[in-house]
Structure formats: structure tokens, C-alpha cells
């Protein structure tokens, strides 16, 4: 498990055992390290540890594109209820900070991620979350080995963030466990309307699809608003349930 390392307005995300190289001077993080313990550099700057939370994670890992948000991890956690001890499929690893945040509920997951430079990124992710343990980052394309995942089920959610979730979709009963949820993320209409057919045809129940969209609020003296910056919406959140 790893820690944060704060100084002033400064966060660094490093592991036990890992070394940290900044302006400030070099720091070894011991192994024993523990949330509250006040660490020096060679030059005498002092880091204060805290402990790691979920969306430390979007903030602080290594990025190979644009990663879900925490306001979309929320709504798929909220609508397939995963849990500890689930079976999760994922196809699109990217970043990883979904299935790193399922990894942190104690969840059992596996991630197809089709860039092999992406994956081993994704990889050192998991390190850092302390979830490698719990996260297995595959190199390929889910779609070419729907069989052999198929036999090893079944698995209770499926979270998919790629073009071709539809394809996937279209082998869910043969994938889920009955009752078991399937989640797909895109930031196209088109696909999620591909993927809402081919929910449709297979027979999965509870089919819905949400557009996330949050403003945060500016209060000011002049009064209080929705803030003209940041983006409102993300993605749409297709939701379904296998029923056998």
C-alpha cells in the first residue's frame, strides 16, 4: 500500500521502500512507514505521510489518457453494487483508476488493456494502489478471448470503457452470473445506443442509461452560482442486469 507524501501544497504518491527525488532533496520511504509519521529529505524538508484514498488515485497516478472520474466510479458502484469479494471483467484498463478503486473494495479483478505500453503503466498503478494483488492487468483485446474468460466465470460485474463494448455485451449471459451486473462507460451517444440494442437482444433486464453531468458551485460576495469553468459532463453509464 502506498502513502501520500505532503509538503505544503505538494503531494507525491510512493510506496514503502521507494525513494522520492524532489527540489527539496532526497527522501527513502521506510518500510515500516505509517499514516502520521513526518519523514526528512537529505536537506531537511519535512514530508508529513498520509494515507491513501480513493480519489488520490485520479489525482496521482501515472496517466495514459483521459481516466474516469470519481463522480462516474460513484454511479457505477452505486448501480451494480459491487462488493468485496465480487468477480469483476473490465476491458480498457487505460490509467486503471476504476478497477484500482473495485481493487480497494476488495474485489477480484481482471483488465483487458489492447496497448501493451498502457498496460504496464496500468500495472505500476496497481503497485502504488497496493491492489496488484487483486488486480490482474491483461495485455490484449477482451473480444478475442470472450471464450476462455467465458469458461473461467462467472463473474458478478463487467465494466467496460471501449468502442466495441457492445460486442461484449452481446456474450454477457454467457459471462455474468445470474443477477450479476453489466456497466458500460462511453463518451458517445452512438455507442451507448449500440450498447442498449445489444442488451436488449441478449435478454438482459433493467436496461437504463444515464448522462453524467455535475456543476460545482461558486460562492462569491457578489452571490453564489454554478462555476462557468470546469466540465460539467463526462460520459454516458449504460446499466443492465443479467436475469437467467
Do not use: C, K, W
Amino acid at each position: 500500500m502506498s502513502f501520500l507524501l505532503v509538503h505544503d501544497d505538494r503531494e507525491y504518491l510512493r510506496a514503502p521502500g521507494d525513494e522520492l527525488q524532489t527540489d527539496l532533496g532526497v527522501l527513502d520511504v521506510p518500510e515500516d512507514v505509517e499514516p502520521g509519521d513526518v519523514l526528512e529529505t537529505h536537506l531537511g524538508e519535512e514530508f508529513v505521510v498520509r494515507r491513501l484514498r480513493g480519489p488520490d488515485l485520479f489525482n496521482h497516478f501515472e496517466r495514459t489518457g483521459a481516466p474516469m472520474l470519481p463522480r462516474d466510479i460513484g454511479l457505477v458502484v452505486g448501480h451494480t453494487g459491487v462488493a468485496a469479494g465480487d468477480r469483476v471483467l473490465d476491458a480498457g484498463t487505460g490509467t486503471g483508476v476504476l478497477s484500482a478503486y473495485l481493487g480497494r473494495l476488495h474485489a477480484d479483478v481482471v483488465t483487458y488493456e489492447v496497448d501493451a505500453e498502457f498496460a504496464d503503466v496500468a500495472r505500476e498503478n496497481m503497485r502504488l494502489a497496493g491492489v496488484d494483488d487483486r488486480v490482474d492487468v491483461r495485455t490484449g483485446d477482451l473480444t478475442e478471448h470472450l471464450d476462455a474468460v467465458a469458461a473461467d466465470g462467472p463473474f458478478d460485474v463487467i465494466t467496460l470503457d471501449t468502442g466495441d463494448a457492445p460486442a461484449v455485451v452481446e456474450r454477457a449471459p454467457d459471462l455474468l452470473a445470474d443477477g450479476g451486473h453489466v456497466a458500460v462507460y462511453s463518451p458517445f451517444v452512438e455507442n451507448s445506443r449500440e450498447t442498449v440494442q445489444a442488451a436488449r437482444e441478449v435478454g438482459l433486464r433493467d436496461v437504463d442509461t444515464f448522462e453524467t453531468i455535475q456543476r460545482e458551485m461558486d460562492f462569491g460576495e457578489r452571490g453564489s452560482r454554478p462555476s462557468t469553468a470546469g466540465v460539467g459532463h463526462t460520459g454516458y453509464l449504460t446499466f443492465a442486469r443479467n436475469e437467467r
